[in-house]
């Protein structure tokens, strides 16, 4: 294992990310001079965290950069490796000296200046009125240890008068206007499915129906919100009880009313099974639809279908 080579290769700019971090490896492997290196691949990919693809794109780029010459071998999986020394001791691959330390040096020498706000701003809205004294805190961001320099500067009405006559006008804005609006009685409860009341009064009221066994599928929820907005919004119902309560008399009226829904009405194929209502077969857009216009309401024989309908509704 070379330090001297990891050091510099940790230092220098390679170009590439992972051909880096294969480069780091290398040189764990590698003596002094480069040479006598060999690691296998699958030791290569395991430390250094990458997958198969990525080491042989990172081989590549750094052959091609002259960071590394490759001796394939045939018979095993390890090939030997050559860490180009002199490639690493070209300047460069390193960055210029870092003058931060004496730009540090002047923001912390640097004193505390009382300026007027419109020095530092101009003509920002800054809520100042007459006679009375503003504070505003500035602070200077430090790209080098992430900390800050905090100033106070005072604006006074002397200084406002100041200005060679120029008028400043100064606005407020309402925290009111920020606020967001309440939902209404009808959206509030619209937006807000119960899933399992709605279920239990499925259960409750149509008892022939296909039990429900689970409702987590995120088409059948999706199906079940739509219907449930429909009805609140239709119906403008402003509570929950009062939806549910138009639920279980729409469940009653018009589906365990119906000899079709309740499979009473015998198939037209006698090898058919008759009809057995479910509760995804409901909530699907058009069979909701048709339940609501009333076209599975028990008809008269003779009777004209388009008579026979009652108004739409639940």
Known sequence: ?????????????????????????????????????FPGRET??????????????????????????????????????????ARLDQKELYGKADNNSST?????????VRKTVQQLYGKADIGCTKNRTTVVRK??????????ITQSYTYTSSEQNSDAGEEE??????????????QEPVTKVANRCPIKKFIDI??????????VRTWKSSKR????????????EDEKCESEEAALSI????????????NFLTGKIAPRNPNDAPFQISLEWILTEGNWDKIVDGHYVNRKKNTPPNNSYPPRGY
């Open 1 to 37: 294992m070379s330090h001297i080579l990891a050091f510099k290769v940790g230092k220098c700019r390679v170009g590439n990310r992972t051909a880096k971090d294969v480069l780091r490896c290398l040189a764990d492997y590698a003596d002094d001079d480069g040479g006598n290196c």
């Open 44 to 85: 290569i990919i395991t430390e250094a965290e990458i997958n198969k693809s990525s080491f042989s794109a990172a081989i590549r780029f750094l052959e091609s950069n002259r960071f590394i010459e490759v001796r394939r071998r045939q018979k095993n999986n390890s090939n030997n490796y050559r860490i180009n020394v």
């Open 104 to 112: 540090e040096n002047q923001l912390s020498e640097k004193p505390v």
């Open 139 to 148: 602070t200077v961001p430090d790209s080098i240890n992430t900390q800050s």
């Open 169 to 182: 006008h100064f606005a407020l804005t309402s925290p009111e206007e920020d606020t967001p609006k309440p």
């Open 202 to 211: 499925y259960h409750e009221t149509l008892p022939m129906g296909t039990p």
């Open 221 to 232: 929820i999706k199906s079940m919100k739509a219907r449930w907005k429909e009805l609140v």
């Open 247 to 258: 639920l279980r008399d729409f469940f009653i009226n018009a589906i365990a009313s119906s």
